[in-house]
């Protein structure tokens, strides 16, 4: 919070990326009918959220900037496997993870504000996040049955977890 500015910044790319990986979602499963639907929306609310953030910055009298590298989302793509169906799930359920880590570092945001209006586009965006999440989960229920999904999501919890044990603290999403 000492840093609010810069996190501002590295939300508004993490917001970015979303959409685009919502993007790139669509365009690889063109045959997954629900999965197109709900990416379609999708992209277009995390521009949604792009676009609020960015009014957010502007406010403060910041400018956007480059995108830098996240180390968190890096290190979490290397564990998705390549096989056609294992890379559909591994996707939906690090995207789901990732949404729900989200989630619960803009609700604890959220908390830590003062400022009214602020606070209030933080608890918007923490229950954004978690439906996320949430809808992740469920188109992975849609096509990969759910003894595979627990078993998988388990595994990559406890990668996540090796991850995050490396990761700096910073005004940062991850």
């Known amino acids: 919070m000492s840093d609010f500015d810069s996190f501002l910044l590295d939300h508004a790319a993490a917001e970015k990326k979303a ?5 790139s979602m669509l365009s690889h499963y063109p045959d997954k009918i629900e ?3 709900a990416m379609a929306d999708l992209a277009i609310e995390e521009l949604s ?3 609020e953030v960015v009014k957010w910055i ?9 995108d830098k590298k996240d180390p968190y989302i890096i290190a979490f793509r290397k564990v998705i496997r390549k096989e056609s169906e294992e890379y559909m799930l591994d996707r939906l359920l690090t995207a789901s ?14 908390q830590a504000l003062e400022d009214p209006p602020l606070k209030k586009f933080y608890q918007s965006i923490a229950r ?7 809808l992740f989960l ?9 003894t595979v999904i627990e078993k998988r999501w388990n595994e990559l919890l406890d990668i ?3 991850i995050v044990k490396t990761l700096p603290i910073q005004a940062a999403l991850h």
Do not use: C, N, P, Q
């Open 19 to 23: 959409s685009g990986m919502a993007m």
């Open 35 to 37: 999965l197109v639907a």
């Open 49 to 51: 959220h792009y676009r």
């Open 58 to 66: 502007h406010r403060r009298g910041l400018i956007t900037a480059a």
């Open 97 to 110: 993870i990732i949404e729900a880590r989200g989630a619960e570092r803009f609700a604890l945001v959220a």
């Open 128 to 134: 954004s996040e978690e439906r996320h999440f949430e």
């Open 138 to 146: 469920e188109l992975a229920k849609k096509y990969v049955d759910e």
């Open 160 to 162: 996540e977890a090796e």
